[in-house]
């Protein structure tokens, strides 16, 4: 099955810094790339997503890239800012008709953003 | 438009006792994932039922099971707790054919 490995585990920068969090996954028939931010005591919720016929996408402050053939992927948060400070997932799965959409996370990183 | 929404918060259960869980997903939504959030070992895939049916299972035991009802709202049944058991259970919802899973707020299952 899918194997997303994620690092590191924990980041710390200065307000104002980038951050950056890398994954890799070891099914090259995933697909489909989310990344999730929980904080303390909260639900996981969408940051930004990107699909493996897109090489980059950007949102605001928020950037993911992939590369297929390392299937590799990452996350870029620049301008970072204290709210930002929160355990963020990368996560794999393969979504067509007739898969199960199945996600399958790498253990976290915890980034605390330092005022 | 309502998120995901889990009933209990929390739950406090003693070894060998059943727990369940209740997911209810965003309108409209019919798939619906259940996940274990243990500490220090990330989201981990239990279930997921889609139009009532139980489509793909985790690497789980059997005392893990649910079911999904006609308005796709989920249960999760957890038969002869074990102390490992201990853990924040995440249910998620997915529309159709779309991408996005949404997480609901978790129950956190306690073992004593």
């Known amino acids: 099955g899918e194997n997303v490995e994620q690092h590191p585990s924990t980041l710390s920068v200065q307000e104002g810094d980038s951050a950056v969090i890398k994954c890799t996954y070891s099914d090259s028939a995933s697909n489909y790339f989310p990344w999730y931010k929980q904080e303390l005591g909260k639900r996981p919720q969408l940051i930004i997503d990107i699909r493996s016929n897109v090489g980059e996408k950007k949102d605001q402050r928020i950037a993911v890239t992939l590369n297929k053939t390392a299937k590799h992927f990452s996350l870029h948060i620049t301008e970072t800012q204290p709210e930002d400070s929160a355990v963020y997932f990368c996560a794999a799965s393969k979504n067509s008709g007739g898969s199960n959409y199945k996600l399958t996370f790498g253990k976290g990183t915890l980034l605390t953003v330092n005022p | 438009e309502a998120g995901v929404t889990q009933s209990p918060t929390h739950l406090i259960k003693t070894r060998g006792q059943q727990a369940t869980l209740r997911c209810s997903p965003i309108?409209?939504?019919?798939?619906v994932y259940w996940y274990q959030q243990a500490l220090g070992l990330g989201l981990q895939f239990l279930l997921w039922?889609?139009?009532?049916?139980e489509r793909n299972r985790g690497n789980f035991p059997p005392r893990f099971s649910g079911r999904q009802f006609p308005n796709y709202s989920s249960e999760l049944n957890v038969n002869a707790l074990e102390l490992e058991d201990s853990a924040l259970y995440l249910c998620a919802s997915r529309w159709g054919a779309g991408d996005t899973q949404y997480f609901g707020p978790g129950t956190r299952l306690t073992v004593l």
């Open positions: 039922y889609d139009e009532g049916e």
């Open positions: 309108s409209g939504h019919t798939s």
